[in-house]
């Protein structure tokens, strides 16, 4: 158990990334029964239909456009959220308060949603920050696909100063990115993918 005056073990190299070059790759974050447990949930969720086609835009700008992106996707209630989540879900808030008392990011929230590529689908070159996030501070993948070989694709592809970085979805594997700096994309997957996707966000702009 986590609280949230823990450091996480990973915390230091993780605001080292985000510092500079902006975004840090974590393989196994997670030891590995926790992360198959939450490769089970995804699959379950998967399985019983519980996922939605993700959109683009937020509230009345939302729109599912396939030739953007084709994944799906099953938002976490906070307030609810499933068992097998909560162990991740503490190592994000110990996460927040660090990067709040390293990076003075002032990220309030973090929200987060399961997320499926079927056989086929990716998501096109985007940022994760536009008008309808602009909250959006730092973007959080956490992997959950065991033994994926580079020629099964849906690798996450950043463009960054230095060069095009190319990301397997391995079980385990957590990547950070700012979400503001950074475009990028997820080539199209062979074989389903299996993600928890998320964003630390900044408090609401109050008019
Ligand atoms: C996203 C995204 C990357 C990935 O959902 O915005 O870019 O590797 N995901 O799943
Ligand atoms: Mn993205």
């Known amino acids: 158990m986590i609280g949230t005056d823990t450091v996480d073990p990973f915390a230091e190299r993780i605001t080292a990334g985000l510092?500079?070059?902006?975004?840090?790759?974590?393989?196994?974050?997670?030891d590995a029964a926790d992360t198959r447990a939450i490769g089970e949930l995804l699959r379950q969720r998967w399985e019983s239909g519980a996922m939605r086609p993700a959109g683009v835009g937020r509230g009345?700008?939302?729109?599912?456009r396939p030739e953007i992106r084709s994944?799906?996707?099953l938002w976490v209630d906070n307030e609810a959220p499933p068992a097998v989540l909560t162990g991740f879900l503490e190592r994000m808030e110990a996460l927040r308060t660090h990067l709040n008392r390293t990076l003075f990011l002032g990220l309030q929230e973090f929200e987060c949603h399961l997320t499926a590529y079927p056989r086929g689908?990716?998501?096109?070159?985007?940022l994760d920050r536009f008008a309808d996030e602009a909250r959006r501070q730092v973007s959080v993948v956490f992997y959950l696909n065991p033994d994926w070989r580079e020629q099964e694709g849906g690798a996450l592809r950043i463009e960054t100063p230095a060069g095009p970085v190319s990301v397997l979805p391995e079980a385990g594997t957590l990547v950070l990115f700012r979400s503001?700096?950074?475009?990028?994309?997820?080539?199209?997957a062979r074989r389903l993918r299996l993600s928890v996707t998320g964003w630390f966000l900044t408090r609401p702009v109050i008019p």
């Not at 975004?23 to 974050?29: G, H, Q, S, T």
């Not at 503001?180 to 199209?188: A, I, K, N, Q, Y």
């Open 19 to 30: 510092t500079a070059p902006g975004w840090v790759l974590v393989p196994d974050f997670l």
């Open 60 to 64: 009345r700008t939302f729109q599912v």
């Open 71 to 73: 994944d799906q996707v």
């Open 121 to 126: 689908a990716f998501y096109g070159r985007h």
């Open 180 to 188: 503001g700096d950074f475009w990028h994309e997820v080539r199209r």
